[in-house]
């Protein structure tokens, strides 16, 4: 769905290039494919191969990096983010990639995810007289690397990897390479891709498409993949543990042309449209997803239940994901800014609403009554994943139950609350089932956090909301 314009805030997008004379101009394109991962604000560093230059601002990538702006940008390699604030907030110091001077060089950093201890280790370090420039849990890890008392910065970089807890996606950019890691658990995505003799990475592959790179691999839990102008290498930092790829990525956040460990967006999503029809009958005359996310499980419901699938709800595309933006009174007014029910397809009709998700509830209410008033004569809600009932602590913005409806409320109390005639959640095994993940262990390798209240990592109790158990 629109994310409750949403309760659900996304994860972060990063981009990076080496060894093209034009890389400023790819991550410009790689990021604009990643702008539904944030909108809040977007950065850019490039290197020349003697100096780092950075453009950085809060606003979309369209906004910042103007033909002025890309004039600065030039250089053999360049790493690039778009954001919404977690741990940290808004402002523009906390705008990414973070970038570092010291006497012997630069160094920036580009973080997709959320740290766990960030909190324990900022009061350690700032113990030892570390002082922090921005509220971000990203420029933890730039404090523990220059700590770090190893000549050769890579072996800095693995013990300041060893260090850090959570869920993260790094790019680490300096004057003469290009350095990406990920979490030992893989919770964020990332791929490598290249374009003719140059290397790409990004969050989603929909980023390399764009460019015309070719997706080589992902990168895999715990490793630590070195780029520079004698080509790549990779080393484990740490031994992988159990793959937790965060699910919300297959339900909702990653483009639907995106693929995530070999498994297409779009399909695993059509298929939880399908489990979801096999799972509950309803008899109606009309199948219709909220724009965009919950298209694709629409589809697959619509087929699996032999209901057609309509158009009945429009989305206005010249407006913004308005979600992100931080006052819930622009969350409530992007509902009718951002959606419309058609009128000559639901009227008179029984209605299968397909969403993705339910978070405050607030969304889902104002559509069902926007159906309804429509002329809809019933609105059943089918929701493409099980209740939200648990916080993330990993880099969505739900990090208490009282935001979550599902933890409060049973499902015929949401269904009430919603309005709808009826309120049918996907199954946790039927998502399992959907999304195809060959993975042997017993969550086949997702993290299903927020719907079992079992967490791949520990959550460090500086994490908690102070009045937050879990």
């Not at 290397?199 to 764009?210: F, M, N, R």
């Not at 009174?329 to 009227?347: D, F, I, P, T």
């Not at 809600?381 to 979550?404: A, H, M, Q, R, W």
């Not at 719907?451 to 994490?463: L, M």
Request: glycine letters at 10%; aromatic letters at 6%; a negative charge.
């Amino acid at each position: 769905m629109l994310a409750e314009i949403r309760g659900l805030n996304e994860e972060c997008g990063i981009f990076g290039v080496w060894g093209h004379p034009e890389a400023a101009q790819l991550t410009y394109y790689g990021l604009h494919s990643l702008q539904h991962r944030g909108q809040e604000g977007t950065g850019m560093v490039v290197t020349d191969g003697e100096n780092l230059k950075t453009v950085k601002g809060e606003g979309l990538v369209s906004e910042i990096f103007t033909s002025e702006a890309m004039e600065q940008l030039s250089g053999k390699a360049a790493i690039g983010h778009v954001r919404y604030a977690t741990a940290g907030g808004s402002g523009y110091e906390n705008v990414q990639p973070l970038q570092f001077n010291f006497q012997t060089g630069s160094l920036a950093l580009a973080h997709n995810g959320n740290l766990v201890n960030a909190t324990a280790l900022k009061h350690q370090l700032e113990a030892q007289g570390s002082i922090f420039q921005t509220s971000s849990d990203t420029e933890v890890l730039a404090h523990l690397i220059r700590r770090a008392g190893f000549p050769q910065l890579k072996d800095q970089v693995k013990n300041a990897l060893s260090m850090i807890k959570g869920a993260y996606a790094f790019l680490i950019l300096t004057e003469n390479e290009l350095m990406v890691a990920l979490d030992p658990n893989g919770m964020r995505p990332l791929s490598i891709g290249m374009l003719g003799g140059s290397y790409v990475v990004a969050s989603e592959t929909c980023a390399l498409d764009i460019i015309g790179a070719e997706f080589v691999r992902d990168v895999t839990a715990g490793e630590l993949v070195i780029i520079n102008d004698e080509g790549i290498r990779s080393e484990l930092y740490a031994l992988p543990s159990n793959q937790a790829m965060c699910t919300m990525e297959y339900v909702y956040f990653s483009r639907p042309d995106s693929n995530i460990l070999g498994i297409n967006v779009h399909t695993a999503r059509k298929n939880m449209g399908k489990k979801l029809a096999q799972e509950v009958q309803i008899e109606a005359d009309v199948v219709t997803g909220v724009p965009d996310s919950s298209i694709s499980a629409a589809i697959g419901y619509a087929e699996a239940s032999g209901i057609p699938y309509e158009m009945g709800l429009i989305k206005n595309k010249y407006v913004g994901r308005t979600f992100i933006q931080p006052s819930q009174s622009l969350r409530e007014q992007g509902v009718k800014m951002k959606l419309s029910a058609v009128r000559g397809v639901v009227e008179g009709k029984r209605v299968v609403m397909v969403d993705d998700s339910i978070v405050r509830g607030t969304t889902s209410r104002r559509i069902v009554r926007m159906l309804k008033q429509a002329g809809a004569t019933e609105v059943h809600v089918v929701i493409s994943s099980p209740p939200i009932k648990n916080p993330c602590f990993y880099g969505i913005d739900t990090s208490t139950k009282e935001e979550l409806m599902a933890a409060s409320h049973s499902v015929e109390e949401m269904r009430e609350e919603i309005g709808a005639d009826t309120l049918t959640f996907l199954s946790v095994e039927g998502m399992l089932e959907a999304i195809g993940n060959q993975s042997t262990d017993e969550n086949c390798g997702q993290c299903l956090a927020c719907f079992t209240g079992k967490y791949p990592t520990e959550i460090y109790p500086s994490t908690i909301h102070p009045y937050e158990k879990v």
